[in-house]
């Protein structure tokens, strides 16, 4: 029963009137042909009666004939109006339902806005911007220890400090050879320094290559 005395929506009332007006199309169109028809019927009976050269009932006829065509005339422009019914009603539906969805996403739209604070949401962003460099500023304070850290200035010193160790110990050797060397007396310079030159830049090469030192 509740069936019954359920209340008819928008939808509804529209897609009964659609569908009445698409009958009531159906049958104008029905009427259409039959009157036609009677067009032809008549055509060919004022055609027989102008043989008998029975001019009064051409006449008659004729009558007959003018009133058919006003009449099927008539159910050409009720057709089109009906057809226009059913377009604009169509078209009040589509209205009619944009409107509803206007109206939802209206709701939505003052739902959100009354529980967003734009305030409260610029707070927000602002903390988050600071939390941001802060982070930032941490990371490249990290960067900067560990590049401190791992400076490659040590590396050079280190470096130097081998270098020097192998020209002392190539000093040491030379100094070696020197003292091991024969002794010169004074009246013989020229023996002397033949002796001392005698440590060549191929024997410093030599020491150096044996070192590991290119």
Known sequence: MAGFFKKKTVDDVIKEQT????????????????????????????????KTGNKEACTILAKQLIQLRR????SYAVG??????????????SQMKMAGAMATTTKTMQAVNKKMDP??????????????????MSEELIND???????????????????????DEIGIEISGKMV???????????????????????DIERQLKALGVD
């Open 145 to 167: 220890t560990l590049d401190e850290i791992f400076d490659e200035s040590g590396d050079e010193e280190e470096s130097d400090s081998i270098v020097n160790q192998v020209l």
């Open 19 to 50: 569908k009445e007006l698409r009958g009531t199309q159906r049958q104008i169109t029905r009427d259409r042909s039959s009157l036609e028809k009677q067009e032809k019927q008549l055509e060919m009976e004022i055609k027989k009666m102008a």
């Open 80 to 93: 089109s109006k009906v057809t226009s019914m059913s377009s604009q009603t169509k078209l009040m539906n």
């Open 71 to 74: 009449q099927k005339n008539r």
């Open 180 to 202: 091991n060397a024969p002794s010169t007396s004074r009246n013989n310079p020229i023996s002397s320094t033949s002796k001392s030159d005698g440590i060549s830049d191929e």
């Open 119 to 136: 305030q409260k949401m610029q707070q927000t962003m602002q903390t988050f911007q600071k939390e941001t460099m802060k982070m930032e």
